[in-house]
């Protein structure tokens, strides 16, 4: 038998960060942190997605869901958005929508 570990992150609230722009680009899209100066390029538009999602949606799954993510590609998704919060770009929403 088979166990999926499920990411707790997938059941949190998140939204992109008040000091973050997002430019639209060919290959996805151009994050901005007006405060720390960090520029990331998010080269998936799905990813660009989930991030646009996230401060509409109840949590992360809901965003990924809106998005058109296939829940076999939750986990690797999760694993962006981490990458993501480590440098602020997407912080945790205090209230659920």
Not at 28 to 49: D, I, M, Q, S, W
Not at 53 to 79: E, F, M, N, T
């Amino acid at each position: 038998m088979r166990r999926v570990l499920m990411d707790p992150l997938l059941g949190e609230p998140w939204t992109l960060s008040p000091s973050v722009a997002l430019r639209p680009e060919r290959f996805g899209a151009l994050a901005y942190h007006f405060g720390n100066r960090k520029l990331t390029f998010l080269k998936r538009p799905e990813l660009v997605a989930v991030v646009r999602a996230l401060g509409d949606q109840p949590d992360v799954r809901s965003a990924l869901d809106a998005a058109g993510v296939p829940a076999s590609q939750h986990a690797a998704y999760a694993a962006a958005l981490r990458g993501l919060a480590a440098s602020d770009m997407i912080r945790p929403r205090k209230e659920s929508v």
